[in-house]
């Protein structure tokens, strides 16, 4: 199983970037998908996932009201969508699949990871 992540770039404070997490062998709408993040030098943090039972959403409290997770079941993508970048926002997202219905944010949850791609706020 592999995941693949896609969309990072630089933007601006105050932009919007939109993530995309696709999966070679898995279903992801069967599955609970998880966004996390990490920054060299710190632990990687988990940013929002939504359910695999009946896609219920989480954020963390540092991206609530700024960031939303969606899915495409019909082609097994999940999307982050970023907006009122910040410069602290920066880091590289993974996306990751889960077995678990609630898996929360913890990494230790979550079956498969993508390799990450790179989102840089600055002006």
């Known amino acids: 199983v592999q995941l693949m992540e896609s969309g990072g770039g630089l933007v601006q404070p105050g932009g919007s970037l939109r993530l995309s997490c696709t999966a070679s062998?898995?279903?992801?709408?069967?599955?609970?998908v998880g966004w996390f993040r990490q920054v060299p030098g710190k632990e990687r943090e988990g940013v929002s996932y939504?359910?695999?039972?009946?896609?219920?959403?989480y954020y963390a409290d540092s991206v609530k009201g700024r960031f939303a997770i969606s899915r495409d079941n019909a082609k097994n993508l999940v999307f982050l969508e970023m907006n009122s970048l910040k410069p602290e926002d920066t880091a590289v997202y993974y996306c990751?699949?889960?077995?678990?219905?609630?898996?929360?944010?913890?990494?230790?949850?979550?079956?498969?990871w993508g390799q990450g791609t790179q989102v840089t706020v600055s002006s």
């Open positions: 062998d898995v279903t992801l709408d069967y599955n609970s």
């Open positions: 939504i359910s695999g039972s009946d896609s219920t959403t």
């Open positions: 990751a699949a889960s077995r678990f219905s609630r898996p929360g944010l913890y990494s230790s949850q979550y079956d498969w």
